[in-house]
């Protein structure tokens, strides 16, 4: 089957500009998770999607992050504007089932942000 | 709140040594434990899991007994290969996270042959 697909995989901007991050999730997944893991530390959650509905996004900090999975397929991560500590690497995964049923989670290969 | 802690890494071994990443958690319920890893250049993937106390995750050579008790969940293996090069993740996931996982700081594993 066809993997947790992400883009771009690196992105360089200055700080103060917006970026936006893409995820594909793998068909037939109900459960979409997006993750921030900054260097030397493990991925830390941002918000989770069932189908188009948010679970949760205690973690994401609302005032310049967005996130919105329309039609419960894909999804789209913002940062407006961006700042220095946003550098790391942001992880997207999906799970076949939802909360409670501990479906392994698949994860994409990240886009590396570099904020300058 | 809930929270995993990890040894702290690098580990370097030789091929063939026997390897243990130790991995403690905090949870408030009865959470399930992970323990994930990422080769150099790839995605994080699940190598096992447990899901109650004493039950016990094994794949590719690598165990973890989930220890309620001692609130542990360590990594083992008894003859790690060169290809084991990368690095390891312990998570937790439990209803007070909507089951989403809550990931340890990571241990990066280096064998030399």
């Known amino acids: 089957e066809a993997g947790v697909a992400q883009s771009p995989r690196y992105k360089i901007i200055e700080k103060r500009q917006s970026v936006a991050f893409w995820c594909n999730p793998i068909?037939?997944?109900?459960?979409l998770y997006w993750y921030q893991q900054i260097l030397g530390q493990g991925p830390k959650l941002l918000i989770q999607f069932q189908n188009n509905g948010v679970v949760d996004d205690s973690q994401l900090p609302k005032d310049r992050f967005s996130a919105e999975r329309l039609k419960g397929v894909d999804s789209t991560l913002k940062i407006q504007p961006a700042k220095l500590e946003d550098s790391a690497v942001y992880l997207c995964?999906?799970?076949?089932?939802?909360?409670?049923?501990?479906?392994?989670?698949?994860f994409g290969n990240g886009t590396r942000l570099t904020v300058t | 709140g809930n929270s995993v802690t990890q040894m702290e890494g690098p580990v370097t071994l030789s091929e063939e040594a026997f390897l243990t990443i130790n991995c403690t958690y905090t949870?408030?319920?009865?959470?399930?434990l992970f323990w994930y890893v990422q080769y150099p250049g790839e995605g994080l993937q699940l190598l096992l899991k447990?899901?109650?106390?004493?039950d016990k995750g094994s794949n590719k050579g690598f165990e973890a007994t989930y220890r309620k008790e001692t609130t542990s969940f360590h990594l083992e293996k008894g003859s790690v290969q060169v290809s084991d090069s990368a690095v390891y993740f312990c998570?937790?996931?439990?209803?007070?996270?909507?089951?989403?996982?809550?990931f340890g700081k990571g241990t990066s594993l280096l064998v030399t042959p």
């Open positions: 995964a999906s799970s076949l089932g939802g909360p409670g049923d501990n479906s392994p989670l698949h």
């Open positions: 998570a937790l996931s439990d209803t007070n996270s909507g089951y989403a996982l809550n």
């Open positions: 949870a408030t319920g009865y959470p399930s």
């Open positions: 447990a899901t109650k106390a004493d």
């Open positions: 068909s037939g997944h109900a459960t």
